[in-house]
């Protein structure tokens, strides 16, 4: 059900931002909807995500009147800010956003357009596990505004999906897929490598895979064993074998290298993309620091330097929201240096790189020294800016630690 919120300072009730805030309105305002059910609780899913039997007086079928209520409590909180502005994207995640009914979401949508408006180019993206697209589904969220979605496909092997306690076949990935672009929909497929017993040649099949689906986009994480998951019990158990750094390495490099012959070029450490117009505007808002609100239990916001955070629980949320209160858990206002910090160890990791002038003494100084290791490009930090290399991409925290030393 996810780790713990972070500690941080009250929130007032009704959710008010601090008088002293300032709002630039040039910086792009985004909208994330946390989906926080699931029909299954994958192994290795860290996430704020429930089952039917973990909700606990929190109820599916009433969840979109509830994120309502929260978009009104954020539309009277932007507004008395002045900070009302027109999203430029909406992504809808989880969880399993397309477990709820195709009209929930569009009703939804239309909140927050309501509310906020939604710029005419908005990308819209909803997360989706491939048994949960029907060419109904997708026929539905394109009518209701959604331009993209993003199928949680893992990987194409059998073995592989039950190691991460994935219940879809391999072959609904290329239904869902079929079904997304028959709407009109863009497409990104989710790609997972590194599970205990996957092979390099698993991983390949996978890549060909999804590289035959022809996305718009490809996502590929690195297996994460977070405490407190089955799959870490699992391996403390010694039922299974730790994920291998090296392996890991090596199906990096074949992703990077089968990903690129095939068109799709790298944007983010973990992302692939066909071209400018397909890389993900909302996650590229993340790294770039700008503004979004989060709605939903656990979801986090961030407006003009202040960060907040849900409650993390369905029924909390729904308790506070029935109040008319803000679900706000807590928040908080980083300084300078944290938000430097931050901005380093974000924007160096998209392919547009980190400009040269967000490091202090002891970063410029190591750039040097990354150059010199083959960890980022020379060419790009004598024009002023810090890009890192595929090797560099593999050492991405180093980087950070040497940059922000």
């Known amino acids: 059900m996810g780790s713990a919120l972070p500690l941080g300072d009250p929130v007032p009730t009704d959710g008010a931002l601090p008088a002293d805030l300032r709002v630039d309105p040039g910086v792009d305002f985004g909208v994330y909807v946390h989906v926080p059910f699931c029909r299954v609780r994958c192994g290795y899913c860290d996430f704020n995500t429930y089952t039917a039997t973990e909700l606990r007086g929190a109820r599916q079928d009433a969840y979109a009147d509830e994120v309502l209520r929260e978009i009104a ?15 430029s994207t909406v992504f809808f995640g989880g969880g399993t956003p397309t477990l709820l009914p195709p009209g929930d979401l569009a ?5 927050i357009r309501d509310a906020f408006g939604v710029q005419p180019d908005a990308e819209v993206t909803v997360e989706a596990n491939p048994d949960t697209v029907t060419a109904e589904v997708a026929l539905e969220l394109a009518a209701a505004g959604v331009t993209r979605m993003s199928i949680g496909m893992q990987s194409a092997v059998p073995h592989v999906l039950a190691t991460l306690d994935r219940t879809h076949d391999p072959a609904g990935v290329r239904t869902a897929v079929e079904a997304a672009r028959a709407a009109g929909l863009g497409v990104s497929v989710d790609l997972i490598y ?7 040649d698993d991983w390949r099949l996978s890549l060909e895979t999804a590289i035959d689906l022809a996305p718009d986009h490809v996502s590929a994480y690195a297996l994460i064993i977070e405490d407190g998951t089955a799959l870490e019990r699992r391996i403390r158990r010694d039922e299974l074998a730790a994920p291998d750094d090296d392996l890991q390495a090596d199906m990096y490099e074949l992703a990077d290298d089968l990903l690129t012959a ?10 692939w993309a066909r071209g400018e117009e397909h890389r993900s505007r909302h996650n590229l808002a993340y790294w770039r620091g700008t503004d979004w609100w989060g709605f939903g239990p656990g979801a986090h916001s ?41 901005r380093v160890l974000l924007r ?5 790189g980190l400009p040269v002038s967000e490091l202090t003494g002891a970063g410029r100084h190591a750039v040097a020294e990354l150059i010199a290791d083959g960890l980022i490009e020379g060419a790009s930090a004598l024009r002023g800016r810090v890009i890192l290399t595929r090797r560099g991409r593999l050492l991405a925290d180093a980087v950070v630690r040497a940059l922000t030393g």
């Open 194 to 200: 590194g599970a205990p017993g996957e092979g390099l």
């Open 348 to 352: 160096s990791r998209i392919a547009e």
């Open 107 to 111: 009703r939804m949508l239309a909140g």
């Open 262 to 271: 095939a068109g799709l070029h790298w944007y983010e450490v973990s992302n």
């Open 73 to 87: 409590v954020a539309q009277r909180v932007l507004s008395e800010a002045g900070a009302v502005r027109a999203a």
């Open 302 to 342: 961030h407006v003009a330097g202040l960060r907040w955070w849900n409650v993390k629980h369905p029924a909390a949320y729904a308790q506070r929201l029935a109040a008319a209160q803000s679900p706000a858990a807590a928040r908080e206002r980083p300084d300078e240096a944290a938000r430097r910090l931050e």
